[in-house]
């Protein structure tokens, strides 16, 4: 059983910054790919960021050059670090993570079987 618990939510002002984290425990190997995904009210569950057991990256469109995620394979743990943080990046942030290797790490939620219960960011203007 995988269990992800995240932290680092709040409440910032525009152009703010927050850092998030993810814990992973429950198995002994690693996934082959970590990701960020975050979920707005009345919105579905979209892609932030994701990397793969290599290192490789990718980004939502929307968040490149603010967003930044990095792993620490001894620790079993997933960052975000997210500054200049707009209204629009409110949501709860979730951690997922991606244990089939694929060709490669996709922002796809499909692809995630588990995630964490989700960590809260408000950024008011």
């Known amino acids: 059983q995988v269990h992800l618990v995240e932290s680092g939510g709040g409440s910032v002002q525009a152009g703010g910054s927050l850092r998030l984290s993810c814990v992973r425990s429950?198995?002994?190997?690693?996934?082959?790919?970590m990701g960020w995904f975050r979920q707005a009210p009345g919105k579905e569950r979209e892609g932030v960021a994701v990397i793969d057991s290599t290192g490789r990256i990718s980004y939502a469109d929307s968040v490149k050059g603010r967003f930044t995620i990095s792993q620490d394979s001894d620790k079993n743990s997933l960052y975000l670090e997210m500054n200049s943080l707009q209204p629009e990046d409110t949501g709860l942030y979730y951690c997922?993570?991606?244990?089939?290797?694929?060709?490669?790490?996709?922002?796809?939620?499909?692809?995630?079987?588990?995630w964490g219960q989700g960590t809260q960011v408000t950024v008011s203007s």
């Open positions: 997922a993570a991606d244990f089939v290797h694929r060709t490669m790490c996709r922002l796809l939620r499909t692809n995630f079987a588990y």
């Open positions: 429950g198995i002994a190997y690693r996934p082959y790919c």
